[in-house]
């Protein structure tokens, strides 16, 4: 069986997360400040600020509003950063799956 990737052939060589952009933006801010400018909680700010989750379509929107860009820029950058990431771990998560489908009784199994 010949394996396809799921994800589009070009992506980004090794982007920057959105949180390495807004750190050099609001550099010298506390967090508590960040979430105030944005009109988010302090945990979905930290979130976002210590990349442990990518914003998400409100929070670009946000920072397009904020920084007077497109929503489309801030959204672009994190689906960039997301894709980029997901080719480097796409095997790993096939392998999961495939597993998961193996183990997993089939219909017929389950009805007797």
């Not at 700010?45 to 379509?57: F, L, Q, S, T």
Request: net charge negative; with cysteine.
């Amino acid at each position: 069986m010949t394996i396809t990737s799921k994800l589009p052939t070009q992506t980004l060589a090794n982007p920057a997360p959105v949180s390495e952009i807004l750190k050099d933006y609001f550099e010298g801010m506390s967090i508590e400040t960040i979430a105030s400018i944005l009109g988010v909680g302090v945990k979905m700010a930290e979130h976002v600020m210590d990349n442990i989750c990518a914003p998400n379509a409100t929070m670009c929107l946000r920072l397009a509003y904020y920084f007077d860009t497109s929503f489309e820029y801030w959204m672009g950058m994190s689906n960039s950063y997301t894709l980029y990431r997901l080719t480097q771990n796409e095997e790993v998560i096939r392998q999961s799956i495939d597993k998961l489908k193996k183990d997993k009784p089939n219909e017929t199994d389950r009805m007797q």
